[in-house]
């Protein structure tokens, strides 16, 4: 079941970002600043954190308008806990947030990774879920390590008709 997060899933949501196994520790401690400043309400009210739930969290993402532009969003953070990878789930939360976009009416949905081998499956999940590679930014996070920035196009909403 896909719905949005709440302060009692502040801990799970760190949980899950450190057992994906992407970030090092001072990533994940600005990360655990990020679900802080989310839940105290101090990202405004267009961040969005979902939370995929199965007797537990088991996938979240989060989402965020693109400051001084007009309809543009990014996913900062798409994950699911490795022993449920492999069963549709990450495939369902990046559906729910291009959906919930849609319906707003919103443009683009832009995702930054890492060029590294280790996320070679990363970015094959983004450019089987329909996404462009738009962008790489050489040793962005460090020597060696570049920035690939995925984009998809939203569809426009179809209008109701009487």
Request: aromatic share 0%; glycine share 12%; charged share 35%.
């Given at each position: 079941m896909i719905r949005p997060a709440t302060p009692a899933d502040a801990i799970s949501l760190i949980a899950l970002a450190e057992a994906t196994g992407i970030f090092q520790a001072d990533d994940l401690a600005a990360f655990g600043g990020i679900v802080t400043d989310y839940f105290a309400g101090n990202l405004g009210s267009d961040h969005c954190w979902i939370c995929?739930?199965?007797?537990?969290?088991?996938?979240?993402a989060y989402f965020a308008p693109e400051m001084m532009a007009e309809g543009t969003w990014n996913l900062y953070f798409i994950g699911?806990?490795?022993i449920r990878q492999g069963q549709g789930r990450g495939g369902a939360l990046l559906r729910y947030v291009e959906e919930t976009l849609t319906t707003r009416g919103e443009r683009l949905l832009l995702v930054e990774t890492s060029g590294l081998e280790s996320f070679a499956q990363t970015r094959a999940f983004y450019l089987k879920n329909g996404y462009d590679?738009?962008?790489?930014?050489r040793d962005f996070y460090s020597a060696g390590n570049d920035m690939i920035v995925f984009r998809k196009v939203l569809p426009i909403p179809q209008k109701a008709r009487i």
């Open positions: 995929d739930d199965d007797a537990g969290l088991v996938g979240a699911v806990h490795p590679k738009e962008a790489r930014i």
